[in-house]
């Protein structure tokens, strides 16, 4: 999968691409079910809305790279999109748990699948994505990557305005499996992607 494209295309393919993660302790592997597409230009939730900083940096990287962000001392983890210079970039939401289900549990300390991923952070601390893959190159195939998958979820993926956000909270940018357990919310869907 390329991701030199805009975010809104790159949150709609991911849906459904599996996120792999290998550490010391295991593989990790989750479906992914839900994204949010954050913009370079009219988007004053984007991280890069004020231009880059020693934080955002990679948010301007080459796209394909990760940018991992720090919230209330938990991690997120963004695919960078577009070409080197854009401030644009795709967060991952919520996974479905399909490989190192016992890992995640130990990490996440449940046992219950649903909560192992539902959630930015969450997903995060199940799968040990720290700021030091910050810039990662998720194209690799080593430590953490994006998988293409086959399975096209795309008939049924919706669109909803974004979560948690306090600026451009309107603007129908989050992408997920429509009735899937493991998404991270349920705010009334605005439009059906097919």
Not at 18 to 24: A, I, P, Q, S, V
Not at 91 to 101: D, F, H, K, N, S
Not at 148 to 158: F, I, K, M, Q, R
């Amino acid at each position: 999968m390329h991701f030199n494209d805009s975010p809104v295309v790159i949150a709609q393919r991911l849906v459904g691409q599996l996120l792999c993660r290998r550490t010391r302790d295991g593989l990790c592997i989750g479906r992914i079910v839900e994204t949010e597409a954050y913009l370079s230009e009219g988007d004053t939730a984007a991280h890069s809305t004020r231009g880059p900083n020693r934080k955002n940096a990679c948010m301007f990287g080459p796209a394909g790279r990760a940018y991992i962000y720090t919230i209330h001392a938990r991690q997120c983890v963004n695919v960078v999109t577009e070409r080197q210079g854009i401030g644009s970039a795709v967060l991952i939401r919520a996974v479905e748990p399909l490989t190192g289900v016992p890992l995640m549990q130990r990490r996440r300390g449940t046992i219950h699948l649903r909560n192992l991923c539902r959630g930015p952070a969450r997903l995060c601390e199940a799968f040990q994505i720290g700021r030091d893959l910050d810039g990662w190159d998720l194209t690799r195939g080593k430590r953490l990557w994006i998988a293409d998958e086959s399975c096209d979820l795309s008939a049924n993926v919706v669109c909803s305005p974004r979560i948690g956000v306090t600026s451009a909270e309107d603007l129908p940018l989050r992408f997920f499996v429509n009735r899937s357990g493991f998404v991270s919310g349920t705010r009334k869907q605005t439009s059906i992607h097919h």
